[in-house]
């Protein structure tokens, strides 16, 4: 029962994902994929460390000329990579399996401030749902945890890099909320 409500979760997020990642306001040249690579430390008392992968399809759904902002969706697989290096007392004593590498599927919402002509603040909102709800040692609780987001990036007319700290938690809904935080780099060429 647990595998079909994951399934059933991950479709609609998926599909809504997708339908409603355009706008009004949105057309090919303002929508771009991006590739990110992070490290990451688990929460919780004996969290590890790990290696991530972002690739993440945004589109502007509309600016806000009134206080000059962009609202945009972003789409993203991220993929995090063990590399924990704790020792044989911390393993013991760790929340949740070390060996979890993880997978997710996320949607969020961003505001998007351009504090010059190429350099910008972003601040996000979304969800997203796990294979695991372990992390290197931290126990997430749940597959399904909410994705917060800020960052600070510059761009061109031909590329763009931002560097993100994003932080994974499920909001204290289940009983373990160790969560993750995670820094990354993005760095993007325009196609």
């Not at 590890?48 to 600016?63: C, E, H, K, P, V």
């Not at 697989?77 to 044989?88: Q, T, Y």
Request: glycine residues 10%; aromatic residues 12%; hydrophobic residues 35%.
């Amino acid at each position: 029962m647990n595998n079909i409500k994951t399934l059933v979760i991950a479709c609609t997020l998926l599909f809504s994902s997708i339908t409603f990642a355009g706008g009004t306001k949105s057309n090919l040249e303002s929508s771009k994929y991006f590739v990110g690579i992070g490290a990451g430390d688990g929460g919780g008392a004996h969290g590890g460390s790990f290696n991530a992968l972002r690739i993440s399809y945004q589109s502007l759904l509309s600016n806000n000329t009134t206080y000059d902002f962009d609202y945009l969706s972003d789409i993203a697989l991220n993929i995090w990579k063990d590399d924990s290096r704790l020792s044989a007392s911390d393993k013991a004593t760790a929340t949740s399996d070390l060996d979890s590498s993880n997978i997710s599927l996320s949607y969020s919402r961003v505001i998007r401030k351009y504090l010059s002509k190429n350099v910008f603040f972003d601040a996000g909102l979304g969800v997203s749902i796990h294979n695991n709800e372990s992390m290197n040692g931290s126990d997430l609780g749940s597959i399904y945890q909410f994705e917060n987001r800020l960052g600070i990036g510059y761009e061109r007319e031909t590329y763009r890099s931002v560097l993100n700290i994003f932080h994974y938690s499920n909001g204290g809904l289940e009983g373990k909320n160790d969560g993750v935080d995670i820094l990354m780099l993005s760095v993007s060429k325009y196609f």
